[in-house]
């Protein structure tokens, strides 16, 4: 009798220990944010639930010349990598912010996210193996936080790392990106394939389901760091060299002749701005394109506080 009630107060206790180690732990729309890197009362829900914007997994493509459902000055995501040429339409992504996709034999997230105007491409895999992303619902820093369907880890866009999760603290390797308008896009690459309007979703991608936010400066939720000095949504192309960081507003390159040289983080880069697109792309001194960040104002400083800025005397 003592022993099975001894085995009956610690099988109590131990449910009892269990269960205030679950209510200590904390969770934002069903995702564990326990320990995360960041604070976590700055992770917020932005509106839909988790998979409520939903990400895009069979990609279907047509060919260039066969589009009819882009202007001209509609802005677009371009990546030429392993061999294939592909563009997705701002128009699309800010109805599903992420595309996992594959060129070649790589998978390859593509993400946009509307509330901080920033597109990122990634490798999407992890220690080799692949990774496939969902729209988590929530963000940081007005920025969108995907999630991986393997461990439901929560990665920041615009950090590139793992807040929270079996991931957490690790990193996703971007992949050069072009932000830039079809015109100028298709001009570069005319056998490009585009991302089909045929998503499987019924979505009116005609319209934007953010209307004037480009162009207002409210922002719809807080961030940690507030710019000045520029409209907060201005955009800048954003580097990180070294631990070194550096934004360089589109206001202040259309007052150059469009190259600028320059030395980040030790390492001598060229800023290419193209004034008819309102594009700009970064390479390294062998004339290689590297990964930059066009984004708002707000968003690239709010991520780094400490940024160097380019300004044109």
């Known amino acids: 009798?003592?022993?099975?009630?001894?085995?009956?107060?610690?099988?109590?206790?131990?449910?009892?220990?269990?269960?205030?180690?679950?209510?200590?732990?904390?969770?934002?729309?069903?995702?564990?944010?326990?320990?995360?890197?960041?604070?976590?009362?700055?992770?917020?829900?932005?509106?839909?639930?988790?998979?409520?914007?939903?990400?895009?997994?069979?990609?279907?493509?047509i060919s260039a010349h066969k589009v009819d459902y882009l202007a001209p000055d509609d802005r677009v995501l371009g990546l030429s990598y392993n061999g294939q040429v592909k563009a997705y339409p701002i128009a699309i992504m800010n109805w599903h912010e992420i595309?996992?996709?594959?060129?070649?034999?790589?998978?390859?997230?593509?993400?946009?996210?509307?509330?901080?105007?920033?597109?990122?491409?990634?490798?999407?895999?992890?220690?080799?193996?692949p990774l496939s992303f969902g729209v988590s619902g929530l963000l940081y820093n007005s920025d969108m936080l995907l999630y991986d369907r393997d461990t439901e880890s929560l990665w920041s866009q615009i950090k590139m790392?793992?807040?929270?999760?079996?991931?957490?603290?690790?990193?996703?390797?971007?992949?050069?990106?072009?932000?830039?308008?079809?015109?100028?896009?298709?001009?570069?690459?005319?056998?490009?394939?585009?991302?089909?309007?045929?998503?499987?979703?019924?979505?009116n991608y005609r319209r934007s389901p953010y209307g004037d936010y480009e162009t207002s400066r409210a922002l719809y939720f807080p961030v940690e760091f507030a710019a000045k000095g520029y409209h907060p949504k201005e955009r800048v192309v954003g580097v990180s060299i070294g631990g070194i960081t550096k934004a360089?507003?589109?206001v202040e390159l259309a007052k150059t002749g469009g190259g600028i040289n320059d030395s980040v983080g030790g390492e001598?880069?060229?800023?290419?701005?193209?004034?008819?697109?309102?594009?700009?792309?970064?390479?390294?001194?062998?004339?290689?394109?590297?990964?930059?960040?066009?984004?708002?104002?707000?968003?690239?400083?709010?991520?780094?506080?400490?940024?160097?800025?380019?300004?044109?005397?």
């Not at 206790?13 to 904390?26: F, G, I, P």
């Not at 290419?272 to 066009?294: C, K, L, P």
Request: glycine content about 6%.
């Open 248 to 250: 360089y507003p589109f």
């Open 1 to 61: 009798m003592f022993i099975r009630n001894l085995i009956f107060a610690l099988i109590i206790a131990t449910t009892s220990l269990w269960t205030v180690a679950a209510e200590a732990r904390s969770y934002k729309s069903g995702f564990d944010v326990t320990d995360a890197l960041v604070p976590v009362e700055q992770i917020l829900p932005g509106g839909p639930p988790k998979d409520g914007i939903p990400a895009i997994d069979r990609p279907k493509f």
């Open 99 to 129: 595309v996992n996709d594959r060129f070649g034999s790589e998978p390859v997230a593509i993400t946009f996210c509307p509330l901080c105007g920033s597109g990122i491409a990634f490798k999407s895999e992890q220690n080799n193996r």
């Open 161 to 203: 790392q793992a807040i929270s999760g079996k991931h957490k603290g690790e990193r996703l390797q971007p992949i050069a990106l072009h932000h830039t308008t079809w015109s100028d896009w298709v001009a570069r690459y005319p056998r490009s394939q585009v991302l089909s309007e045929d998503t499987g979703f019924s979505r």
């Open 268 to 313: 001598a880069i060229e800023i290419r701005y193209d004034v008819d697109s309102q594009s700009a792309t970064v390479f390294n001194a062998g004339g290689e394109m590297i990964h930059s960040i066009v984004a708002f104002w707000f968003a690239w400083y709010t991520f780094h506080p400490d940024t160097l800025l380019f300004q044109v005397e």
